[in-house]
Structure formats: C-alpha cells, structure tokens
C-alpha cells in the first residue's frame, strides 16, 4: 500500500473514517425503515455479497466501491446522489462533524410527539439547571443517535427535526 495524501477542506483534514461511519449508518438507517435484515437487503442486490460485507459497510468499517453504493441504494429505492447529500449534510454541518448544538428550552417546548422522549430528557436538563447556566448542550453523534433510538426515527431524520427548531 502506497503513501496517500489525506483529504481536507478549507478548515482542515476531513475525518475519513468518520465519514465512512455516517455513510453506513445512513445506509442502515434505510434498511431498517424499510422493515428489513441485511439478508433481505443482500437478496435485491444485482450481484451477492457476504452479509459480513454489508454489515461492515453499515457499521463504516469498510469501504465500498461507487458501484456497489449506487448498486445498494438502488436496492434500496433512493438515489445514491440523495443519500450522499444526507451524508455530506450531516457530517459538513454548522457544527463539527456529527456534533449538533441543542436549546433544551426548545426542545422541552415543542409539540412534536415524535419528540416526546426528547422533551422530557430535556424539561428535566433545564430542572437541573444552575441558574444562569446556558440551556445549550452540546451532543455528539453517539448521544444523536441513541436520542433517535429513543423517539424511535432514524439518526438523520432526528438531526434535521432539531437543527430546524435551532434556526
């Protein structure tokens, strides 16, 4: 293996490992909407893969080809250009990669019910709260994704329901 340049941006080297994870969660997050296992996601692809490879594909852990992105998404029924825009949305956003900055005010204020975990984490943050401490918390993408798994919505859909309510 040869020497590579790492990839950066204008404010610095990209994390590829990390984007690599954001990618397969995405691509997880899709299967598991869709109400299937790897096996039913590896049955409508055009050419068989081991369920070990799509399962390191989902976790980030290997990359894929082009080809076979587009050939996953395309079992999928999503434009490979869409799922790269959510992926490059969630890990080039405002904030540090897979990082958002959360109000607990909002959150405890809205009527969203698939927010209805969230509102309650967040009313009893702001209970605790010394006063005169900011109501800002800052979350990484660990604690997005397990808040996703508590409202019960993929990771992504989550992140574009709170940076909506942050503008």
């Not at 039913?40 to 055009?46: A, D, G, I, S, V």
């Not at 852990?61 to 949305?89: G, K």
């Not at 909002?106 to 967040?122: G, H, I, K, Q």
Request: proline share 6%; aromatic share 4%; with cysteine.
């Amino acid at each position: 293996m040869g020497w590579r340049k790492p990839l950066t941006t204008a404010t610095g080297p990209i994390d590829t490992a990390a984007y690599q994870r954001v990618l397969g969660d995405e691509i997880r997050s899709l299967r598991k909407q869709r109400g299937w296992t790897r096996k039913e996601l590896n049955k409508r692809l055009q050419t068989e893969i081991s369920l070990q490879t799509l399962a390191t594909y989902e976790l980030g852990t290997r990359q894929c080809s082009v080809v076979r992105l587009v050939e996953i998404c395309h079992a999928l029924d999503v434009p490979a250009h869409e799922l790269l825009a959510r992926v490059h949305e969630r890990f080039f956003g405002d904030t540090p990669a897979g990082h958002l900055t959360l109000n607990l005010a909002l959150v405890a204020a809205t009527d969203n019910p698939r927010l209805a975990p969230l509102r309650r984490w967040a009313a009893g943050r702001l209970h605790v709260l010394p006063p005169g401490a900011s109501p800002e918390v800052h979350l990484d993408l660990a604690a997005l994704e397990n808040m996703a798994q508590l409202c019960q919505l993929p990771a992504v859909e989550l992140i574009r329901i709170l940076r909506s309510m942050s503008r």
